[in-house]
């Protein structure tokens, strides 16, 4: 006998009383209301809930990719969470123009009773930060410090442990550091990407000799442009010189994990690799989009205080814009497109694995 349930309420399901009580103005504390703060608070706080919810979906995905080994049906979820978290980020994005209906003299009406508080202080945007990867050696040294007096001894705890666990960039790396079909008896990926890439900058490098169009100069120049893009391709080809890009931290992503990354993004039209390759994606749709937000509010934050420092203590609107770049995560992921070649100068796959990497389905 299932239990009886007694009716649901609206108001009561959604705490509705508890959640429209947490709004206080500080402006009415200490003279005439603002106007303008109580869209100040509701903004602030319409985050920290959509905050929740993308932390929400990022602990799921975590927990599918720590398990040993991921299967096809995970794939398919942990892709539909950050597509949900990618679809939040824009709203995000987006929410900062209904802030923007403050002037900033309306903001002046109550900015200076906020001090010391700051978005900096936000707990959960740099646990965000920290599940997807981000790591303390990249943040800025205000950031670093940032509030930890005003954080309370869970926070600052729920924060180091964010540090410690493995991010979203490291399982991912784990995954593809494991991924199958890049050696097989058949077919070695990075050997024959290697002789694809070779012969491919031969002929570049044929066409531009023997182009009866171009003057020496014309054509000393543009060899010199290949000789570039030979040198980033032997940065990828060869592990010591990827190791050495790690060691100065130009690169991240393991060499073993580059590959597979490169052999899922060069393959993806095979029915298996489909998935995985969406994932990859739209991993680097998430960290677009934080950046994207950076670089929004960044200019958000310039037309409304110019440039005075932040309340938190930073050099304000110059901080923020060093972060869209300096706090990417996945920029390995970004970086595979420098090592694509065109479908038609790509290795053919012996049949057996273009079978493996097929889908099969008996006859009735
Ligand atoms: C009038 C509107 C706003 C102004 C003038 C403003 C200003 C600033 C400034 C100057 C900083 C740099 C730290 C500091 O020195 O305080 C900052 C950081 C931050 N703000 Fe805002 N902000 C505004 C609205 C928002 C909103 C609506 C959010 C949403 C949660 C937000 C979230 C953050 C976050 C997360 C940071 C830390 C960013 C980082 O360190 O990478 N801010 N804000």
Redesign the pocket.
């Known amino acids: 006998m299932t239990k009886p349930r007694p009716p649901v309420e609206y108001a009561e399901y959604l705490k509705l009383d508890r959640l429209l009580s947490c709004q206080s103005p500080k402006s009415a504390e200490y003279g005439p209301p603002a106007h303008d703060e109580l869209l100040?608070v509701i903004?602030?706080q319409a985050?920290?809930l959509w905050f929740k919810q993308i932390l929400h979906e990022l602990d799921s995905v975590l927990a599918l990719f720590r398990a040993d080994s991921v299967d096809e049906r995970s794939i398919g979820v942990a892709l539909a969470r950050l597509a949900r978290v990618t679809e939040i980020q824009k709203l995000l994005v987006d929410q900062?123009r209904v802030?923007e209906t403050?002037t900033p003299l309306d903001?002046l009406d109550f900015r200076d009773l906020l001090l010391p508080a700051?978005?900096?202080q936000?707990l959960q945007?740099r646990l965000i930060e920290n599940k997807l990867g981000l790591r303390p050696e990249q943040r800025a040294p205000i950031?670093k410090s940032?509030g930890g007096a005003a954080l309370t001894a869970e926070a600052r705890e729920a924060l180091r442990a964010s540090e410690r666990e493995p991010s979203l960039f490291a399982v991912v790396e784990r995954w593809l550091e494991r991924t199958p079909f890049l050696e097989t008896p058949g077919f070695q990926f990075w050997a024959s990407y290697a002789r694809a890439v070779d012969a491919m900058l031969a002929r570049d490098r044929e066409a531009i000799a023997s182009n009866s169009t171009l003057g020496d100069a014309d054509k000393r120049l543009q060899l010199a442009e290949l000789d570039r893009t030979a040198a980033s391709f032997s940065a990828v080809l060869d592990e010591g010189a990827h190791a050495r890009l790690v060691a100065a931290g130009q690169r991240r992503l393991s060499w073993r994990a580059t590959q597979a990354a490169l052999f899922i993004h060069l393959y993806r039209d095979q029915p298996i690799l489909h998935l995985p390759f969406r994932f990859l994606t739209t991993l680097v749709d998430v960290d677009e989009l934080l950046a994207t937000w950076?670089y929004r509010?960044a200019l958000?934050?310039h037309r409304?205080?110019g440039t005075k420092?932040?309340?938190?203590?930073?050099s304000?609107?110059h901080?923020?814009l060093g972060?869209v770049e300096r706090?990417k995560v996945f920029k390995d992921l970004y970086d595979l497109s420098t090592f694509l070649i065109s479908r038609s100068s790509l290795p053919a796959l012996p049949p057996e694995m273009e079978r493996r990497l097929g889908f099969h389905y008996p006859r009735d």
Not at 309 to 314: E, F, L, P
């Open positions: 100040f903004v602030h985050y920290e900062l802030l403050m903001f700051s978005g900096f936000s945007f950031e940032m950076r509010h958000m934050v409304m205080i420092i932040g309340t938190g203590g930073s304000g609107h901080y923020l972060t706090n």
